[in-house]
């Protein structure tokens, strides 16, 4: 018997995908941007006032990123992209490299990836897992103490939203997992989705600022709902 091919879906992961490997979260209580200043940690203008800081910061999740191990979430959200690559989009608000990690053999990283620098004089970009320094000299242009993490601060473009705007123009199943849904444009995912007629699922430890706009919201660990929801759409 020849199985169906699996329907076009569209995934969004975000922190809550990663906090089960040890990784903090944004917003939720506790959460990274309650405990730190977005504005001198997260923004150009932090940084062209204190790069040193900004720099010291990203430096410390570099090396929390590389110590985090992916666990079952992503290694089944790469079983699944793995299974139908040209059927299965996904999208991550994170700039951890666990989802590579795991095997996900495509992905757009909408915020940047923390494991590689960016000039911010050339803006050519290149991996990086150690540490950056104010004294480094840029691979590409040569100009000295202009490297940045190659992520997107708070008042930047997100990356790769003509290619999202195209998926979820196509998409039959639309995924949140792990998201707070208060950040835009991420947030309005869903609600494109179900425009253009998707089903729309929510994968979330609890309820988002969005999940209204969702057909089914199942709550629990993502180790536990993503395998789950993985295996019934491989038919396991």
Same mark, same amino acid.
């Given at each position: ?54 720099? =010291? ?20 959200? =790469? ?60 691979? *590409? ?7 940045? %993490? ?7 473009? %997100? ?5 999202? *705007? ?60 993503? %395998? *789950?929801?993985? *295996? ?5």
């Amino acid at each position: 018997m020849t199985r169906s091919p699996l329907p076009r879906i569209t995934i969004l992961t975000g922190a809550g995908v990663s906090a089960e490997s040890g990784l903090g979260t944004f917003r939720d209580k506790g959460g990274m941007w309650q405990t730190h200043d977005l504005e001198a940690l997260a923004t150009p203008e932090g940084y062209a006032r204190n790069p040193g800081r900004v720099l =010291a910061f990203y430096n410390d999740r570099r090396a929390a990123a590389a110590e985090a191990a992916p666990n079952a979430a992503h290694h089944a959200l =790469a079983r699944l992209v793995s299974a139908a690559p040209d059927r299965v989009h996904l999208v991550t608000q994170n700039v951890d490299d666990l989802h590579e990690r795991a095997g996900t053999p495509t992905l757009w990283h909408m915020h940047g990836e923390l494991m590689r620098a960016r000039c911010s004089d050339c803006g050519r970009s290149w991996p990086e897992t150690g540490p950056l320094d104010l004294a480094d000299r840029c691979r *590409a242009c040569g100009a000295v103490g202009r490297l940045r %993490p190659d992520v997107v601060w708070f008042g930047e473009i %997100p990356r790769h939203l003509d290619e999202i *705007a195209d998926a979820l123009s196509e998409t039959e199943v639309f995924v949140s997992i792990g998201t707070s849904g208060a950040v835009y444009p991420a947030a309005g995912f869903v609600a494109e989705a179900s425009r253009h007629g998707a089903d729309t699922l929510e994968l979330n430890l609890e309820r988002s600022d969005v999940s209204r706009l969702f057909e089914e919201t199942r709550l629990g660990p993502a180790t536990e709902l993503v %395998p *789950a929801w993985v *295996a019934e759409i491989l038919g396991d």
